[in-house]
Every structure is written in structure tokens, then in C-alpha cells.
């Protein structure tokens, strides 16, 4: 199975700042990344999907990049809204495993 | 617009059975993969298994293979999860979720998610 890692675990952030979140793939997966959004007691929302690509809806805040085993999600001003946590989902080859999660929340 | 409802959850004891259920609506079910995702309290989010639209292809995390099937009706629109001999580790949040299959860029993401359904396993 392919491992995902994220980092940090936690971080604490102020409205208005970037904020960059990592993915590691314990294998490449190509491209076949996404980024989930979850808010306590709630399900995941779909954020970025294929490594950069910008799910309908989403603010254009949110930007993705990476490839091969590496990728990043940037939310380039915080807003207090996306005070949750983040996972990323590899989706090259099942299980589609999740990475364990980045919790961001209010310096 | 797109509703995925989970219903089935509840507490069992430990080696108990439970079937989970998903009902689909706002869109043409029987066209799409289907998945369920799980979350323990307070931990993070882990793929349990998914199903082709036909049901000739099926996927499982190796943590629940032999113990838990996945199954869907498309007639009556709906994914099913039936779990035995389940174990203290299967607590959890569980969702069900529409997994899209993007051609250009290549992409396979979980678009819509069901509110998810509690599982407890206790004796």
C-alpha cells in the first residue's frame, strides 16, 4: 500500500497569512492527488483534485502543486473560515489511502 | 443536487455484524464508483473500500478484507457496507462517498460525501 505523510501534523496561523501544508507519497503517484477540507462534526469537502486543479466552488486561495511523490497545498491568506484540517488523498493505485492530517487553527 | 444518506450505524458488540446503508439521489447512480471512507473518533480519515458501477470490481484496505463486503443495488440506488466479525478498531464515522473519474487532468476524487453514520463497537 502506498503510505501519504503530511507535515506539519499541527500549526497555528494568523487571518491573513500563507499558509503551506506537505504531502510525501511513499511511491510516485503521478498526479493523483487531492486535498480535502474538513470542519469538526462535518464530512471532508473536496478541495484540489489531480495535484492543481481547483474544485468548482472553491476560492481561488487554495492552490496545489507537485508531482511524482511530493506536493503541496497553499492557502496564500488565511481566512477564518478555513480554520479545519486538511488531508491529502492519493488515488494512484487502491487502497486510496489518506495522509493523517493537517489541523490548522488560530495563533 | 446531489444526497448521499448513510443509515445502519449503532453499537455492537465485539465479533457482531452490521450492515451499513447509502442512499443515493440527484444523480444517475448506477454510473459512478462508489466508496466508503471511515473515521475513528478523533483520528483521521481512512479508505475502507470501493465498487465498480456494475459491482464487478470491488476494493478493500487490507485491515477489513474478509470481514467487510461491499455491495450496491442500483435499482434501488443504494451502496451497502456489511461488516462482520467486527472488532473494537472498527469504531468510527463512517461515509460513503461518489468517487468521479476525471479524464483530462487525469484524476479519480471523492466529490460528494454522505453526512456519515457512527458505528460503535462495545461490550
Known amino acids: 500500500d502506498i503510505q501519504m505523510t503530511q507535515s506539519p501534523s499541527s500549526l497555528s496561523a494568523s487571518v491573513g497569512d500563507r499558509v503551506t501544508i506537505t504531502c510525501r507519497a511513499s511511491q510516485s503517484i503521478t498526479r493523483y492527488l487531492n486535498w480535502y477540507q474538513q470542519k469538526p462534526g462535518k464530512a471532508p469537502k473536496l478541495l484540489i483534485y489531480a495535484a492543481s486543479s481547483l474544485q468548482s466552488g472553491v476560492p481561488s486561495r487554495f492552490s496545489g502543486s507537485g508531482s511524482g511523490t511530493d506536493f503541496t497545498l497553499t492557502i496564500s491568506s488565511l481566512q477564518p473560515e478555513d480554520f479545519a484540517t486538511y488531508y491529502c488523498q492519493q488515488s494512484y493505485s487502491t487502497p486510496h489511502t489518506f495522509g493523517g492530517g493537517t489541523k490548522v487553527d488560530i495563533k | 443536487e446531489v444526497q448521499l444518506v448513510e443509515s445502519g450505524g449503532g453499537l455492537v458488540q465485539p465479533g457482531g455484524s452490521l450492515r451499513l446503508s447509502c442512499a443515493a439521489s440527484g444523480f444517475t447512480f448506477s454510473t459512478f464508483w462508489m466508496t466508503w471512507v471511515r473515521q475513528a473518533p478523533g483520528k483521521g480519515l481512512e479508505w475502507v473500500a470501493n465498487?465498480?458501477?456494475?459491482?464487478?470490481?470491488?476494493f478493500y484496505v487490507n485491515s477489513v478484507r474478509g470481514r467487510f463486503t461491499i455491495s450496491r443495488d442500483n435499482a434501488k440506488k443504494s451502496l451497502y457496507l456489511q461488516m462482520n466479525s467486527l472488532r473494537a478498531e472498527d469504531t468510527a464515522v463512517y461515509y460513503c462517498?461518489?468517487?468521479?473519474?476525471?479524464?483530462?487532468?487525469?484524476?479519480?476524487?471523492?466529490?460528494?460525501w454522505g453526512q456519515g453514520t457512527l458505528v460503535t463497537v462495545s461490550s
Open positions: 462517498a461518489r468517487e468521479d473519474i476525471v479524464v483530462v487532468p487525469s484524476a479519480k476524487r471523492l466529490s460528494y
Open positions: 465498487i465498480k458501477q456494475d459491482g464487478s470490481e470491488k
